[in-house]
């Protein structure tokens, strides 16, 4: 098994570049890349596994849709669940 070494190169996100660039490893735990450094604008950052972070945009968006979700979901079971909630009190408190 080839083993990472201080140096090498390999491909990386860099968040600078926002693209998929060639990374020095600078930091290696493990045998895994810890840190690495990018050879287009010497950024160091953690290893991504070439996966890009999700923008700020992407995570307004998500976070949106899913307060949204959670409004719908609210609004429909408040009003039934007060409901059923009172008539199974009535029925115990008979
Ligand atoms: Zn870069």
Redesign the pocket.
């Known amino acids: 098994m080839h083993e990472k070494r201080l140096g090498d190169v390999i491909d990386d996100f860099?968040v600078?570049?926002r693209r998929v660039?060639n990374h020095s490893i600078v930091s290696i735990v493990d045998q895994e890349a810890a840190k690495v450094r990018?050879r287009?604008?010497y950024?160091d950052h953690d290893y991504r596994h070439e996966q890009a972070p999700p923008s700020k945009k992407e995570l307004k968006k998500a976070e949106a849709e899913a307060q949204a979700a959670r409004d719908a979901e609210n609004d429909g079971s408040n009003a039934n669940g007060a409901q059923s909630a009172g008539a199974e009190i009535d029925l115990e408190t008979k």
Do not use: A, D, L, Y
């Open positions: 860099c600078k570049c660039t990018c287009t604008c950024h």
